[in-house]
């Protein structure tokens, strides 16, 4: 049986991210990518509700799931669900669950400061009355490096960043974006990123 899975970005990078775990992990799989970083222009600058028509708009038409990769507008693209009539998920979801059942200690990274908000409130969602301590951080100058296409630096930013964190049961790499530096840290606290476990919540049988 062939699946099929749309994929919403907000940065063309993330698609040869997706392709590979498919080809690795779920080679039956269709994917459809969807590319759109003017949402995530957007949302920065008003709010993820400022996105709500355009998404509509731009998933209307899915024959099936849906998988958006950005952190920023994915709680809004989750609320559309019924109003499309097919599943969606957030990719960081699986990520922030599986962050909640390794401790109550979580330490969030994130390029981009507008990252943060939505990955706590989705922490403390999933956690469903469990109290959790999540601690914050912004990963200086790492998004300068992102825009510039400079992917080296950029995960070498942020595994500086994840080898500082102290005081933690887990780190979470909040941005997909992000998830290339996870080999790169040394830090002997568990980290977590959000591609692999997204793409299979939504095609693992």
């Known amino acids: ?52 028509a355009d998404l ?32 969606v998920l957030r990719v960081d979801r699986p990520m922030a669950a599986e962050a909640v059942r ?34 914050t951080y912004v990963v200086d100058g790492a998004w300068s490096l992102f825009e510039a296409g400079d992917g080296t630096g950029f995960r070498a930013a942020v595994a500086a960043s994840a080898d500082s964190v102290t005081d933690a049961d887990v780190i979470v790499l909040a941005q997909v974006s992000m998830a290339g530096a996870a080999s790169l840290v040394r830090t002997r606290l568990p980290v977590l990123t959000s591609p692999r476990r997204g793409l299979a919540a939504c095609l693992s049988p």
Not at 10 to 38: G, K
Not at 61 to 87: F, H, K, Q, Y
Not at 102 to 131: F, K, Q, Y
């Open 1 to 52: 049986m062939v699946r099929r899975l749309t994929l919403l970005h907000t940065s063309p990078v993330h698609v040869p991210v997706f392709d590979a775990l498919r080809d690795r992990d779920h080679p039956d799989a269709v994917l459809r990518h969807l590319v759109a970083p003017e949402l995530l222009d957007r949302a920065r600058a008003h709010g993820p509700g400022a996105v709500v």
């Open 102 to 135: 390794r401790g109550p200690r979580i330490a969030v990274l994130a390029a981009l400061e507008s990252t943060l908000a939505p990955t706590t409130e989705l922490l403390a969602e999933v956690a469903d009355g469990r109290p959790v301590s999540v601690r």
């Open 56 to 87: 509509t708009a731009r998933l209307e038409g899915a024959d099936g799931p849906v998988l958006v990769t950005c952190s920023t507008i994915g709680a809004v693209a989750e609320s559309l669900a019924p109003a499309l009539g097919v599943p």
